[in-house]
């Protein structure tokens, strides 16, 4: 294992069925790392009972989980805290893409992303339908 490129341990990871990433994180230091990155390239929250919890594991990593998420999906919450959406999405710095669908915006997330202060590297974001709204 020690003589293996990091180029090759990367194919292999990148060609194991994603229900194996975990075991794939166990093997050596140098499989966690990719194993990582194909896990939580994309997470998704359909109920803000999920976002506290899971947020608050990954924030506390050191591993740095949170750069390996590109793409975040939200669908079908309406905040009852909506400053803890903020609080995810401000923690979320690597995000290319959004994905939102019958969610609530709050109002103090569109004046963070109006100023530009998030989703400085999301290049697309989907927005279900008329459902995904602005709260007012």
């Known amino acids: 294992m020690v003589s293996l490129p990091q180029e090759l341990i990367d194919a292999i990871i990148d060609n194991v069925p994603e ?3 975990l ?4 093997v050596t230091k140098r499989w966690r790392r990719r194993s990582q990155q194909r896990a939580f390239d994309a997470i998704s929250f359909k109920s803000e009972d999920e976002v506290n ?3 608050t594991d990954i924030l506390q990593g050191s591993d740095g989980i949170l ?3 590109r793409h975040i999906g939200v669908r079908g919450i309406y905040w009852d805290e909506p400053a803890l ?3 995810m999405l401000g923690n979320l710095s690597s995000l290319t893409k959004s994905s939102l669908c019958l969610t609530d915006i709050p109002d103090e997330l569109s004046g963070h992303i109006s100023r530009g202060e998030f989703g400085k590297g999301i290049t697309t ?3 279900g339908s008329h459902f995904a709204r602005l709260r007012r």
């Open 67 to 69: 750069s390996y998420v």
């Open 125 to 127: 974001s989907t927005f």
């Open 53 to 55: 919890p899971r947020c």
């Open 19 to 21: 229900s194996s990433l």
């Open 23 to 26: 075991s794939c994180s166990l």
């Open 85 to 87: 959406f903020s609080r």
